[in-house]
């Protein structure tokens, strides 16, 4: 009885970790995006659950959440001064508008 509920504990415990590290990963892929979305100058690169963000910011979320985010598994932006954008992402940052 007592190693079953360890393991129990051990497994609660490991879906903790995966749901923080999937929701921190989340977050950076968020900030890409709205960076992206308001062309704040920067270098971008994705890569399944990677992330370089060399410039750019976080979301403003007020008066509300920043609903983007990518729907591109792997990618890369550079951002320029002069509202420039340079990037290989060609889907919508709207996640009610993803492509499937």
């Not at 079953?4 to 590290?21: D, G, P, V, W």
Request: contains cysteine.
């Amino acid at each position: 009885m007592q190693a079953s509920n360890e393991q129990n504990i051990a497994k609660k415990a490991q879906a903790s970790a995966k749901a923080a590290k999937s929701t921190a990963h989340a977050e950076r892929i968020r900030a890409i995006a709205y960076s992206m979305d308001t062309l704040v100058p920067g270098l971008y690169a994705w890569c399944g659950p990677f992330t370089i963000r060399l410039g750019g910011c976080t979301p403003d979320d007020q008066p509300y959440p920043y609903p983007g985010t990518l729907h591109s598994h792997y990618g890369l932006a550079l951002a320029l001064p002069g509202y420039r954008i340079f990037t290989t992402y060609k889907d919508t940052y709207d996640p009610r508008q993803a492509s499937n």
